[in-house]
């Protein structure tokens, strides 16, 4: 049997991949890193010593071994990426960058049931962010997944547009990050954004076929993890900076909302954040009563816990640093769950 299945995020954890922020590199300014952050046309670049981001990457690598550790007490096998030196030059077509981590594989790898995608990352300096997870992914093709690549992406300049002020993706080629997905059994959202285009998400509903129903949604600027989570069938966790009532994906209206809007500010180290405070609700879910959520994040744990909720703190002291908390440096590679209709 497939050791890959897992329909949603909140059924009982049993195996998850957990990124690795060894050897992080800090890429030049392109067009696609100055689109994805807001980036103005004669950015400088981070101003940051080596031995602060040495400290940095210490400090996050100790943590995610707390988190990892945490997850080994719940019996959750825990797998970690190949070792990688990020920072070689990377060309494709007509643009030239260097890799940057592979600290996030909720980013750059999408499960569905026993599928393993590939996705098509609109950011040029995470075009090869899969890599280091190659023998994973051939691990688990060999166990029976089905081991998925979307297009890859040429990521030419036309891609970043604008709407207004707002930075959007041309729908030129298929492109998304994995983050961007919303995962209730059969049915997925997409959200549509700087990080996910409509063509993105009309290639996955392809190759997904009629066994599940992909919805395009628009609640935020990028990925999903910082504005809205289930919890368990019935019950969402929502970003009530962002999101009102009525902006809430159709049919998950009349579930029950636990509204978040207190984040605490963990900080950065580097010159600008990869992140806003919002960061602080990227959680992970051990199963439907059990969450992992940020230590500092105490306001949010208490609302968990007042809903019935174990919230169980982990520290995590640089979610703003690198633009990714719990579930975005996390992949959930096997849960207990079937493909049903939650909606």
Excluded at 180 to 188: E, I, M, P, Q, V
Excluded at 322 to 335: E, K, P
């Amino acid at each position: 049997m497939s050791s890959v299945r897992s329909f949603n995020d909140f059924g009982q954890l049993e195996e998850i991949v957990i990124g690795s922020a060894e050897h992080f590199h800090i890429p030049d300014a392109d067009a696609s890193l100055r689109h994805f952050f807001g980036l103005p046309e004669d950015h400088a670049g981070d101003q940051v010593t080596e031995s602060d981001l040495a400290r940095i990457i210490d400090e996050t690598q100790e943590d995610l071994q707390v988190l990892a550790d945490t997850l080994t007490s719940f019996g959750v096998s825990v797998r970690r990426p190949d070792p990688a030196v990020h920072g070689s030059p990377l060309t494709v077509a007509d643009w030239t960058t260097t890799a940057n981590h592979s600290l996030m594989p909720r980013d750059c790898l999408l499960v569905v049931g026993e599928n393993i995608i590939e996705a098509p990352m609109p950011v040029r300096a995470r075009y090869t962010e899969t890599f280091p997870f190659r023998g994973l992914l051939a691990e688990y093709f060999a166990s029976g997944a089905n081991w998925l690549a979307a297009p890859r992406p040429r990521l030419a300049d036309a891609t970043y547009a604008y709407d207004g002020d707002t930075p959007v993706l041309a729908e030129i080629e298929p492109l998304f990050d994995a983050a961007n997905l919303l995962r209730a059994g059969s049915d997925l959202f997409f959200n549509v954004s700087n990080t996910g285009n409509r063509t993105g998400a009309a290639w996955l509903r392809r190759v997904l076929g009629s066994d599940f129903t992909v919805h395009e949604i628009s609640i935020c600027d990028d990925h999903v993890g910082t504005t809205l989570h289930i919890l368990r069938p019935g019950v969402l966790l929502a970003n009530a900076g962002r999101l009102t009532p009525e902006t809430i994906p159709a049919p998950l209206r009349n579930w029950k909302i636990l509204w978040f809007d207190e984040p605490e500010d963990d900080g950065y180290g580097l010159t600008w954040p990869r992140a806003s405070t919002w960061i602080g609700m990227n959680i992970l879910s051990v199963n439907e009563e059990t969450v992992i959520v940020p230590a500092k994040q105490t306001e949010l744990a208490r609302q968990l816990e007042k809903e019935g909720f174990t919230a169980v703190p982990v520290p995590y002291r640089h979610g703003r640093t690198f633009g990714g908390g719990f579930h975005c440096c996390s992949l959930d590679v096997r849960r207990q769950g079937s493909l049903e209709s939650y909606v």
